[in-house]
């Protein structure tokens, strides 16, 4: 199983990014999709989830209105639109994908990209 997050980068507060990761090795509709991220010094943190068949999404209360999580299970691909961001966003951003149906816990989730990096400048 492969999971390859792409779309990170440098960015001023108040931008948008989309992150995508691409997954193979696995039946991409099978899998609850999540968005974690870690900042430097700090703990990794769930940001969202999106179910199998893409009808639930849940959200970290610090992105709730600005972050959106989507999927396409055709092109086993899931999204994370993000706007409005600010220098508190910055971190690596890692999807992640496991085959319950749904959790924040990042040690429910089996597997892991390798992680994209978002800065966000004042």
């Known amino acids: 199983v492969q999971l390859q997050a792409s779309g990170g980068g440098l960015v001023q507060a108040g931008a948008s990014l989309r992150l995508s990761c691409v997954a193979s090795?696995?039946?991409?509709?099978?899998?609850?999709m999540g968005w974690f991220r870690q900042a430097p010094g700090k703990e990794r943190e769930f940001v969202a989830f999106?179910?199998?068949?893409?009808?639930?999404?849940r959200y970290a209360d610090s992105v709730k209105g600005r972050f959106t999580i989507s999927r396409d299970n055709a092109k086993n691909t899931v999204y994370l639109q993000m706007n409005s961001l600010t220098p508190e966003d910055t971190a690596a951003y890692y999807c992640?994908?496991?085959?319950?149906?749904?959790?924040?816990?990042?040690?429910?989730?089996?597997?892991w990209g390798q992680g994209t990096q978002v800065t966000v400048s004042s």
């Open positions: 992640a994908a496991d085959k319950r149906r749904s959790s924040i816990n990042e040690y429910d989730y089996a597997y």
């Open positions: 999106i179910i199998r068949s893409g009808g639930s999404t």
């Open positions: 090795g696995l039946t991409f509709s099978d899998y609850l």
